[in-house]
Every structure is written in C-alpha cells, then in structure tokens.
C-alpha cells in the first residue's frame, strides 16, 4: 500500500531544487523602532514552509570565526565591536542603536553567507536568507552593516582556493560602497552595482562597473540597464561564482529608495539575472539584502517573488 504521507513529504523536498540558508538569530535582533524590519527573515520562512519548503530544505549557519572576518575587517574594529566602545561618529555611520547581541546578529548572517556560497558551488544555486550588508568598510559599519558578509564569503573562498575569479550582482537601491572600497582595484573579483544615485551613500566608491539612475526612473529603463550588460559581462569576466544582491529596496513603495520599480519589474530583474547565469552554468548564491517597504508584506512578497524565479529557473 502506498504511503500517501510519505510521498507528500518526498514532494515537499524536492520542491525547491537548492538549499536556503536561515536563522532565528536574524529576527530576535532587537533594534527597537528601526526601519531595517528584521522581522521579514521570519516572515519569509513561515511563507517558504507554506509554499512546500520542507524543514531539511533549510541550512542553519553558526558565527563566523574571528580569523576567517579578519580577512576583511581590521583587528581594531573587531575589538570596538566587542567591547562596544565605538565613537558617536561610527555609531552615527552605523545607524544601528548598538548591543552587544548584534554582534552575534552580524557574525551569523557572515557564517550564513559563507555556508550559502559553498553550497553555490557544489549544487549549483543557494539561497541565503539575509545577507547582503555591503555598505560594511574594513574599520567601520555604514548604513545598518556591521560586518560585510559578502566579502568575507568572496574572501575565504579564495583563500581555500575553490574559486580565483568572483562576480559580485549589486541590486540593492543603494550602492555597495563597502564592498567596492574592499575590492578596489582588485582584478579577482568584479563588483558590479546597479542604484540610485541621489540616494545614500552620499559619496559613491568605484564599482569594477557602476550604473546609477535616478529617482522615478522606473522598470523599462531599469531593465533596459540590466539587459545591455547581461550575460554580456557573465561571458567577458568568467566569474566561478556570482553573489547577486537582490534588495527588495528598488520597489516603488520603498521608504528608502525611490527608483519606483514595480513588482513585475523587479521579478524580470530577477529573470535576467539569474537566467543568464544559469545558462553559463555558473553558481549564484541569493543574498536577499534590502528592503523597507512602508507595509513589510511587500518587501517580504519581493523576496519570496526571487526564490519562486530562481526555482523555476533551476528546474529547467
């Protein structure tokens, strides 16, 4: 006799064709009041084990170690962190009411970004559910970003040698100013950002390629971009893997961003993306990065829209 349960549970497995990467620490964050809604990870879990995601689908990442974020940040900064004896001027960049708890926030969402990349590379696609905080600098958090995961992951990964050449996919509204800053100049990694530029950052860093628009600028020239340079640039640089920043922040009822993307558009974005890649059979790891939109649904329906793109992709 056929055990139906059973086979409903097999489904539910082999519904999402990749890994998702997730922790409760990324929710319990207290930040009070903030615009930065931690609570949207949590959101976006309940919605993936509704859509069919099963308990196994999902990676828990533990804190990432002190030398593997020294790659990176400064042993200075790394003791100002723990100690929390950073300056009003570096609170004041980070944007962040500071705790000792969101040093553990921060380390998590580092490890979780490195367990997702090394699951990239052996399956094919992973998806992190957070990540993305690239305004980090070496010595300093900026814009709600204490330590930039996406370097460390880009980092420790050449390190242990799985890859020589990294492709960074900024999509977030704001610029990746820390990460750019920590690859300037670098010809191992390309650090691609699309954004807005009369937006914070104030004072924009040097991308390997940097494409700014402007407030109300809107989908069709968004796309019009993102298509002029994809798979174009997927096939000049041959990256071994590709980190795609996929903010929800383009959207056009972002509090903080105003390129007034709708949310076809941004699925599009999502398409081209991760489409041409797939076709180049290069690894992406999904980094959900931004989004505060005025009612949380929308960031968290955005989020939800890139994994629904990214698994239709993959089972093709």
Same mark, same amino acid.
């Given at each position: 006799?056929?055990?139906?349960?059973?086979?409903?549970?097999?489904?539910?497995?082999?519904?999402?064709?990749?890994?998702?990467?997730?922790?409760?620490?990324?929710?319990?964050?207290?930040?009070?009041?903030?615009?930065?809604?931690?609570?949207?990870?949590?959101?976006?879990?309940?919605?993936?084990?509704?859509?069919?995601?099963?308990?196994?689908?999902?990676?828990?990442?533990?804190?990432?170690?002190?030398?593997?974020?020294?790659?990176?940040?400064?042993?200075?900064?790394?003791?100002?962190?723990?100690?929390?004896?950073?300056?009003?001027?570096?609170?004041?960049?980070?944007?962040?009411?500071?705790?000792?708890?969101?040093?553990?926030?921060?380390?998590?969402?580092?490890?979780?970004?490195?367990? @997702?990349?090394?699951?990239?590379?052996?399956?094919?696609? @992973?998806?992190?559910?957070?990540?993305?905080?690239?305004?980090?600098?070496?010595?300093?958090?900026?814009?709600?970003?204490?330590?930039?995961?996406?370097?460390?992951?880009?980092?420790?990964?050449?390190?242990?040698?799985?890859?020589?050449?990294?492709?960074?996919?900024?999509?977030?509204?704001?610029?990746?100013?820390?990460?750019?800053?920590?690859?300037?100049?670098?010809?191992?990694?390309?650090?691609?950002?699309?954004?807005?530029?009369?937006?914070?950052?104030?004072?924009?860093?040097?991308?390997?390629?940097?494409?700014?628009?402007?407030?109300?600028?809107?989908?069709?020239?968004?796309?019009?971009?993102?298509?002029?340079?994809?798979?174009?640039?997927?096939? %000049?640089?041959?990256?071994?893997?590709?980190?795609?920043?996929?903010?929800?922040?383009?959207?056009?009822?972002?509090?903080?961003?105003?390129?007034?993307?709708?949310?076809?558009?941004?699925?599009?974005?999502?398409?081209?993306?991760?489409?041409?890649?797939?076709?180049? %059979?290069?690894?992406?790891?999904?980094?959900?990065?931004?989004?505060?939109?005025?009612?949380?649904?929308?960031?968290?329906?955005?989020?939800?829209?890139?994994?629904?793109?990214? %698994?239709?992709? %993959?089972?093709?």
């Amino acid at each position: 006799m056929i055990d139906l349960f059973r086979l409903l549970r097999l489904f539910q497995r082999n519904k999402f064709p990749f890994k998702f990467v997730y922790s409760d620490v990324y929710w319990m964050a207290d930040l009070g009041n903030h615009v930065f809604p931690v609570k949207k990870y949590r959101l976006i879990y309940r919605n993936l084990l509704i859509s069919g995601a099963h308990k196994d689908n999902f990676l828990s990442p533990g804190q990432a170690d002190e030398e593997d974020i020294r790659l990176v940040h400064t042993e200075k900064y790394l003791k100002k962190l723990k100690t929390g004896k950073l300056s009003h001027s570096e609170m004041m960049k980070l944007e962040l009411p500071y705790k000792p708890e969101l040093l553990k926030f921060a380390r998590v969402h580092v490890g979780g970004s490195l367990l @997702a990349a090394r699951r990239a590379l052996r399956e094919g696609l @992973a998806v992190h559910v957070g990540g993305g905080f690239h305004h980090a600098y070496p010595d300093h958090g900026e814009g709600f970003c204490m330590l930039n995961d996406v370097a460390v992951a880009v980092e420790k990964l050449r390190q242990e040698e799985k890859v020589q050449k990294a492709m960074i996919v900024d999509c977030d509204v704001h610029q990746g100013n820390g990460t750019a800053a920590v690859f300037s100049n670098r010809k191992d990694v390309f650090t691609f950002s699309l954004h807005q530029m009369d937006i914070y950052p104030a004072r924009k860093e040097t991308s390997s390629l940097d494409k700014g628009m402007w407030s109300g600028d809107g989908d069709e020239k968004y796309l019009s971009i993102l298509r002029s340079h994809f798979p174009d640039l997927y096939k %000049q640089y041959k990256p071994e893997i590709v980190f795609y920043l996929a903010g929800a922040d383009p959207y056009e009822r972002d509090q903080l961003g105003g390129l007034k993307l709708t949310k076809e558009g941004l699925k599009e974005r999502d398409r081209v993306v991760l489409r041409e890649a797939k076709n180049l %059979q290069i690894p992406v790891v999904i980094l959900l990065a931004g989004g505060y939109a005025y009612d949380v649904q929308d960031t968290v329906d955005i989020h939800l829209n890139t994994i629904k793109t990214a %698994q239709k992709i %993959q089972k093709k």
